[in-house]
């Protein structure tokens, strides 16, 4: 029988985590991060990783391995994907894909040429022109290089914008080119299971996700990550949550605004994520509470 993944995506706080693990128990499931935010080791309440309790039900690859001062490419994350499904399917069990960062998926999915190395003096020169010229400017330069990649990337996401000004710099092509050069996909039959949940309860959801992660420490977290990375503009702190803490740390805004803005960016993020996965056709979507119905959809194709 030709080995088989299931994908569990939608944007976030959509409720893929219960999800996952109903599937993981029913089908002898491995999970599979593909978010680009929770690779991040010293981060996992900002960035909504699954608890301790929860990742002791089964197996869950690709969280929490990365520095916060490391960066991870589309590619290399392919790369991992790649080989932690091999070992899953060894093992005699279930991959189970489970994000958000349609990037990363489809770059596992679809392939993805690796982007050479940027010279070290192109980004430092362009980590120099953000603070100059401030994210706006940075951003207008990106729309004008790169329109596509440039709509999908909010303003102030500072490590994304000077990636992809750093790479048409250095290349003389826009990240959206790379993208578009694929080679080693996966190769894979991979059932792709959406969770959508209604705009309003959605971001009751986010707010009281928020919640939840400043009362576990996420202020204590990203504090004692700042402490401890000696990168203040480090890749791991510029993701939604991070960012906005890190600056009240800085003393550059209130905790109040902090959390206001963190609301309004990660709100912003889910509706570009839910823009992003309306485009395939190829997923089939559930309400975020429909677990059986997810379950006997992935039982039939699994048998098929």
């Known amino acids: 029988m030709i080995p088989k993944v299931l994908c569990l995506l939608g944007p976030t706080g959509a409720g893929k985590t219960e999800a996952a693990l109903a599937l993981a128990g029913r089908f002898d499931g491995s999970v599979i991060n593909f978010d680009s935010r929770q690779v991040y080791r010293d981060l996992p309440i900002t960035t909504a990783q ?18 916060t001062d490391e960066a991870l490419s589309a590619w290399s994350y392919a790369e991992q994907a790649k080989q932690a ?10 991959p189970i ?9 489809r770059a596992l ?24 010229c401030g994210p706006e400017a940075m951003h207008a330069r990106l729309r004008a290089v790169d329109p596509a990649y440039g709509a999908r990337i909010h303003p102030h996401d500072r490590q994304r914008v000077t990636r992809a000004l750093e790479v048409y710099a250095a290349t003389g092509r826009a990240l959206t080119h790379w993208h578009a ?17 209604e705009k309003d309860a959605l ?22 990550a700042l402490a401890g990375c000696s990168n203040p503009d480090a890749p791991g702190l510029t993701g939604i ?25 990660t709100k912003a ?20 509470a429909d677990v059986a119905a997810m379950e006997r959809a992935a039982q039939a194709w699994l048998k098929g």
């Open 241 to 265: 949550g991070c960012a906005e803490l890190a600056a009240h740390l800085r003393g550059q805004m209130r905790l109040v605004d902090a959390l206001w803005a963190w609301l309004g960016n």
């Open 181 to 197: 050069d694929t080679a080693g996909a996966l190769g894979l039959p991979c059932l792709k299971l959406g969770i959508r949940t």
């Open 109 to 132: 999915l679809e392939g993805m040429s690796p982007i050479p190395a940027v010279p070290e003096e192109v980004r430092a020169r362009l980590t120099e022109e953000w603070l100059e």
């Open 269 to 288: 993020y889910a509706k570009r994520q839910s823009t992003w996965f309306k485009k395939d056709p190829e997923i089939l979507w559930f309400e975020a």
């Open 97 to 105: 894909l489970v994000g958000g960062t349609g990037l990363y998926l």
């Open 50 to 67: 699954p608890s301790s309790e929860e990742q002791a039900r089964c197996p869950h690859l690709l969280y929490g391995f990365l520095e």
């Open 85 to 94: 499904i091999t070992e899953v399917h060894a093992a005699g069990g279930t």
């Open 203 to 224: 971001h009751q959801r986010l707010a009281r996700r928020i919640e939840i992660m400043m009362e576990r420490g996420a202020l204590r977290e990203v504090e004692l």
